[in-house]
């Protein structure tokens, strides 16, 4: 893992890019993408020879790092194999996934519905609460994310939807529990949660009961903040969703298969939804696959029913040959405990050290390898480090510090006031070490714009 500088290599696929290649989220003459010449564990590098330790995991998905020598000769033996086949057979690959994140599912969400990704996912996850229970309206959470499809753009609760909201998707959305700003002059944990629970309640009265089919939640907010819910909450949603014979989904698209150190964070909080849908972590990201995992009582809605949905790729074979040797890569190196104890032994104490050491950083908080530092200009009216949803000279601080975490060899996760904690999770110590040392240093370029 030496990176070669090619400089000239790296201009050709950086022109290529700028002539040819459409970027998602983003205005397309005001972008600057870097050429990456290769990636290997934790880190990757570009075609100057910079290397970067990448506390983003690429979006948050190489949840084994990249190029993981068992998982890359997996799908190699797949494509010599079988390439690909149609959803409607059975083929090894896409059972043998099915089993291993059956197995790992809580509760009875022993039948998985494959999709190509989070997004469609959601999309499906929705269907089928729709269909199960005839009823057409979704609550989300306000600061959530759930995807860039048409109904689950619409689900999202942050600013990625305003562009596409129809305003007619049956979607109503309410705030959940956010202590360090919260909405319910909230003081402590516990009356965060029971306030939550009651405005959610309250909401569902005043909308209608039997008008709603499914309440959506990511168990724990990813891009919106890594908000981990108080103890009770999760599961006093899940006894109002029974109350009221709607449906409980979790989104465990980012959250799912190690990220919080549990292979899904919601056995963290000892909660079974109805649906959960995943993607990214179940192969790592290395060829596209997500799902949705279903309870015995909807699954079986549809035993005499066709369900009205598909995707030419369902459980493509590489997808699913991927997803296999992850997750047998994970139970046998011990990744998942591996993000636990890094987690509360390393991450946990260090980002606190931090916090202590530097005026920008308003709260920390986060479990496995899933965390985030919120960035204020003032500790004591927590005001933000960015105003929400900041852009161009009102980012600047952000820019700022994001361009000193690379500068000092570290790749940021970084959304709005915020950057997460997000590596891959058989980093090893040494590695993430390096990374907060480098944190370290860039958070002194936050700690200017404070007061």
């Given amino acids: 893992m030496t990176p070669q500088p090619n400089p000239e290599a ?27 010449a290769g990636a290997e564990g934790s880190y990757f590098w570009d075609y100057d020879g910079r290397r970067y330790l990448d506390f983003s995991s690429g979006l948050v998905y190489t949840n084994i790092g ?24 059975a083929i090894e690959a896409r059972s043998e996934a099915a ?25 499906h996850a929705i269907r089928m609460a729709r269909l199960h229970t005839g009823r057409p309206k979704v609550l989300s959470a306000y600061r959530s994310y759930h995807g860039g499809t048409q109904q689950a753009v619409n689900i999202t609760g942050d600013p990625r939807r305003w562009a596409s909201d129809s305003g007619t998707a049956g979607v109503v959305h309410f705030w959940a529990p956010y202590l360090y700003r919260s909405r319910f002059y909230a003081e402590t944990e516990e009356q965060e949660c029971a306030r939550a629970l009651e405005h959610l309640e309250t909401t569902i009265r005043f909308e209608g009961p039997s008008t709603v089919a499914a309440i959506i939640l990511e168990t724990i907010p990813g891009t919106a903040g890594i908000m981990v819910p108080p103890p009770g909450y999760l599961a006093g949603v899940r006894e109002i969703c029974d ?35 995943f993607a990214k972590g179940v192969n790592s990201g290395y060829v596209p696959l997500g799902g949705v995992a279903i309870s015995g009582a909807i699954a079986e809605a549809f035993g005499k029913r066709p369900y009205p949905g598909g995707l030419t790729y369902s459980g493509h074979p590489l997808a699913c040959a991927a997803a296999v040797a992850t997750i047998n890569v994970m139970a046998e190196e011990g990744v998942v405990e ?114």
């Fill in 243 to 277: 109350k009221h014979g709607i449906v409980f989904v979790l989104d465990e698209v980012m959250a799912g298969f190690g990220r919080t150190g549990e292979w899904f964070a919601a056995d963290l909080f000892d909660v079974t939804p109805d649906l959960l849908t």
């Fill in 99 to 123: 089993r291993l994140i059956a197995e790992r599912t809580p509760g009875d969400l022993d039948k998985i519905f494959f999709t190509n990704g989070g997004a469609d996912a959601v999309e």
């Fill in 10 to 36: 790296g201009a050709a696929v950086k022109a290529a890019d700028r002539d040819h290649v459409f970027h998602s989220w983003s205005a397309q003459e005001l972008i600057d993408p870097l050429a990456v």
């Fill in 66 to 89: 990249y190029q993981h020598p068992k998982v890359v000769a997996a799908i190699q033996e797949q494509a010599a194999k079988m390439t690909t086949f149609a959803p409607a057979f």
């Fill in 338 to 451: 591996n993000a636990a104890r890094l987690g509360a032994d390393v991450v946990g104490p260090e980002l606190r050290a931090l916090a202590e050491r530097h005026p920008s950083v308003g709260e920390v908080r986060g479990t496995g390898m899933f965390w985030a530092l919120e960035l204020v200009r003032d500790r004591e009216t927590r005001d933000p480090l960015v105003p929400y949803n900041a852009a161009g000279e009102a980012n600047a601080p952000m820019a700022a510090f994001a361009a000193a975490a690379k500068k000092g060899g570290l790749w940021p996760f970084v959304n709005m006031n915020r950057t997460h904690v997000v590596p891959p999770c058989n980093i090893s110590e040494a590695e993430l070490k390096e990374g907060l040392a480098a944190l370290d240093a860039a958070l002194s370029v936050a700690d200017e714009h404070t007061r």
